[in-house]
């Protein structure tokens, strides 16, 4: 505690980030960013580490009228970068010191254990770069977890809502009730069914809002999605009769309305490409976007959803997914390859799905207690209750 009582305390800083070579900073940071060939993914980094969007991404900003932004969380003064321009620190000259106080600083704030795992993982790939290209000496986030209680084991449970095949096909009927009225009614209804069938591909969000016309494709006889995961890297994606028969209603329904014209796109697309999922326009739906969707289903999907429904967003389908096919007695190895984890260790983090009531030991052991306090009331051996 001594270590971090003697840090500055935090200023508001006169000009973000907070040092003397802003340009400098950034173009080392864009160095970092162009490993990542998924723009959600460097997206996703930036706003972890709490730098402008605008660094990571150049893709102009639509004229239209947009949402107002969503307030900032309790964690967005304590993203790193935003955290040292208020001590002030040059992120630069960061040691082990400054790292460790910043996790104390998001303890305090009540960062989960798994999202201050996560934001160190992103620091120290960060300055991992940044030491290999010579900008650091060392990388000051490369710390020993396990004194910081900030290890996982394969064993450790995701705290992602576990969804039922009931309550996943609760959200499908949910999505497939037109909530607008007019002549696109129909169209909006179908694109949420097809949003919701995708999802139950174990997809990731970021994977769904990249997705073309184009990359629904046939190999080997099957269809399948090409699929740009994380890393840039690609994958085939095998399409089931339920997402299929939801993308040839929604596209069909679209062609309809929109006929043989392109209409003029105002979401991030690249010239030539056409979304799979497309806004009204025509651009490209965003992560935001397809999450308020997704919300809006379960809060209107009925008893299915009770008590879960305020839980639920995308990666609780992808996490249905894993935990389903267990169910099933999938291989964990297709699995793993199905949902493009890099290891399998990833994938056994989600294997609570094959905790039940028949595979628990509890109601075996409070049967025990309750023999036991049954015969120290009668003061006689009880016969065990048969139930």
Known sequence: MAVFESLPAPVEPVDWPGVDDPDALRAQLADWFSQYANAGTRRTYAYALGLPVSW???????????????PAGPLHDLAWFRWCARIP???????????????????????????????????????????????????????????LGLTAGARDASPTVRLTAGQVAALLSSAARPTVRGRRAELYARREVAFVALLTLGLRISEITGLDRADLRRSGGD??????????????????????????????????????ATPARR?????????????????????????????????????????????????????????????????????????GHATIATTQHYDRGL??????????????????????AAGVDVPPDPT
């Open 267 to 339: 979401g991030r697309t690249t010239a030539g490409s056409e979304p799979m999922l497309a806004t009204r326009e025509g651009g490209r739906c965003s992560r935001v976007d397809l999450y308020t969707r997704l919300r809006r289903i379960a809060a209107t999907a009925g008893p299915e959803l009770d008590g879960v429904a305020d839980r639920v967003h995308p990666h609780a389908l992808r996490h249905a997914y894993v935990t389903i096919a267990l169910e099933q007695d999938a291989r964990i190895q297709h699995v793993q390859a199905d949902v």
């Open 56 to 70: 990571v991404d150049r893709a102009p900003v639509p004229s239209a009228r947009r949402p107002p932004a969503a």
């Open 355 to 376: 905790r039940t009531r028949d595979t628990t030991a509890a109601d075996a052991v409070a049967a025990a207690v309750a023999q036991a306090c049954r015969e120290a």
């Open 89 to 147: 620190l040059d992120p630069r000259a960061a040691t082990g010191t400054h790292v460790k106080a910043w996790l104390h600083a998001l303890d305090a704030a009540g960062a989960q254990r798994r999202t201050r795992q996560r934001m160190l993982s992103t620091l120290s790939a960060l300055y991992g770069h940044l030491a290999e290209t010579g900008v650091v000496a060392a990388n000051p986030a490369a710390l020993n977890r396990a004194r």
């Open 223 to 260: 269809d399948v999605l090409r699929v740009l995961g994380k890393g840039g890297l690609h994958r085939e994606v095998y399409v089931t009769a339920l997402v299929g028969e939801a993308l040839s209603a929604y596209l069909t329904e679209r062609d309809r309305h929109d006929g043989a």
